[in-house]
């Protein structure tokens, strides 16, 4: 039969039908979703976008905002990074903004280096450590460059510059270094020396003597050790030169002794890197002195959503967060719109009762221009905050702000699930066993503790809303 062939049309099967409409639904929302989230992140690039077309002057270094990031716990940094480039490098990009990123592979990473830092600019400002005249610490790489810039008639960024935390775990570890460098020592207190009765009280000091004098001086491994055979006269009286000992073996025979060659000693596997522990703990920091360079009001920041959930029975949740992308990037898009913008910056007690998606932080003084030469006024570069900083007197102010950011991003910490649960457990165990090590720190599990000092001299950018 020529000509076309006889194609009957019919529905298909029940089975190809669910087929279909499973995979159509699936697909139709994810295209959705991704559309939706392309459009969000246009609209705030579109609302940062003049700040790249304001001119700069030669002399004076953009703005440069620093990124802490973390790996999430039982995660790697990747998710991290990878959480950045999706939903805050855009918006940074948009609007001409330079970062530096600060990483943290481990717990404690970050408020290590958070730390370090504070404590350079405390010491470029003319602090020294306590009982010293002078700093002992050469110039680092940082305080050379700054000279030659300051030479060369190149000035920071007038305005503030801020900071980007990214998610609830790096939130705490921010808020630990930010007091552990402006309440803390410059220099690492020494560690106590323990007696020998302190490392274990069960054994007695006199316990461990020898009991007779003669057993003391009789060195290990001498020759009355290898020859017990031989008395004290015919053991000296061998020299390097003669024969080996010769001894009688089963049949009778004198067999001479072949010396055994000593097994190769192994070298020591080099040690993990471990975090610095901290210069003073959370609980030393209502009793601390505050730097002689504390600021009256500090850098702002603003803490970003980092949604993040593992584990296998948590699938449903992970499908619904993969095809709801947009709405975390249009929280993600106004918190980083309003650092970019940096119209309004506020004290964390302003508004207490403020919508949780409005947006908030707070921040050091690492980048600011009077970090490096007058610490001790550093207000000046926080001449746009529209309200000066509260008194050291007030303290329920002081309190609602300690509770904000104690409080800021807590939901996430419920997706952390047994991870954090399992790391609490091993600390107490290793707490029960006093085999912990020093190193390593609990920040995702231990309490946020906020000093009233330094919560009064907090700012945070308030988030901008779309036209």
């Known amino acids: 039969m020529l000509g076309m ?15 279909f409409a499973v995979v159509g639904t699936f697909t139709s929302l994810v295209v959705y979703d991704r559309e939706q989230k392309k459009k969000v992140q246009a609209k705030w690039c579109r609302m940062v976008s003049h700040v790249a077309d304001e001119p700069l002057d030669t002399r004076t270094m953009p703005r440069k905002v620093t990124v ?9 940094l990747r998710a991290s990074r990878e959480h950045f480039n999706d939903y805050v490098k855009p918006i940074l990009v948009a609007g001409a903004m330079d970062w530096e990123l600060v990483e943290g ?42 000279d030659v810039r300051r030479q060369s008639g190149v000035r920071r ?49 006199s316990d461990s003597q020898p009991a007779s004098s003669d057993m003391s001086q009789q060195p290990s491994g001498s020759r009355y050790d290898q020859s017990p055979g031989l008395d ?73 959503p980092f949604p993040h959930i593992l584990g296998f029975l948590n699938t449903p949740v992970r499908i619904y967060r993969f095809l709801t992308r947009r709405y975390v990037a249009d929280d993600v898009g106004r918190r ?29 003084t690492l980048d600011t221009e009077s970090s490096s030469t007058t610490v001790q006024s550093p207000s000046a570069s926080l001449s746009t905050s529209p309200s000066p900083s509260p008194s050291l007197s007030s303290s329920s ?14 939901d996430e910490e419920k997706d952390w699930g047994k991870r954090a649960d399992v790391a609490h457990n091993n600390k107490k165990s290793d707490d029960k066993n006093d085999n912990d090590d020093k190193q390593t720190e609990h920040v995702w599990i231990d309490d946020v503790v906020v000093d009233p000092r330094i919560a009064q001299r907090m700012r945070r950018f308030v988030a901008v809303r779309a036209e």
């Open 397 to 410: 102010p002081s309190a609602s702000a300690a509770d904000q950011i104690r409080d800021e991003l807590l």
């Open 157 to 205: 960024w007038p305005g503030p510059t801020g900071d980007i935390v990214v998610g609830r775990h790096t939130w705490r570890e921010y808020v630990r270094g930010l007091h552990e460098g402006l309440l803390g020592p410059l220099r690492r207190p020494p560690e106590p020396v323990l007696a020998l009765s302190d490392l274990d009280p069960s054994k007695d000091p």
């Open 68 to 76: 802490y990031l973390a790996a999430p716990p039982g995660d790697g």
């Open 232 to 304: 004290a006269p015919q053991a000296l009286s061998s020299s390097p030169g003669d024969e080996p000992a010769s001894s009688e073996g089963p049949s009778g025979d004198m067999t001479p002794k072949t010396p055994q060659p000593e097994a190769a000693e192994t070298p020591p596997s080099p040690a993990k890197p471990t975090v610095p522990a901290p210069f003073i703990d959370a609980v030393a920091y209502a009793s601390a002195t505050p730097s002689s360079s504390f600021p009256e009001a500090l850098e702002p920041a603003a803490p970003i």
């Open 336 to 364: 980083t719109a309003a650092v970019v913008l940096a119209e309004a910056v506020q004290p964390w007690e302003s508004h207490p009762n403020a919508d949780a998606a409005a947006g908030a932080g707070f921040a050091h």
């Open 5 to 19: 062939p006889n194609i009957r049309m019919k529905l298909p099967s029940r089975n190809w039908s669910i087929f």
């Open 105 to 146: 592979r481990r717990q404690g990473q970050v408020r290590a280096k958070l730390a370090e830092r504070i404590r350079r600019l405390r010491r470029r400002a003319g602090e020294v450590p306590e009982g010293d005249l002078v700093d002992d610490e050469g110039p680092s790489v940082e305080d050379v460059v700054e």
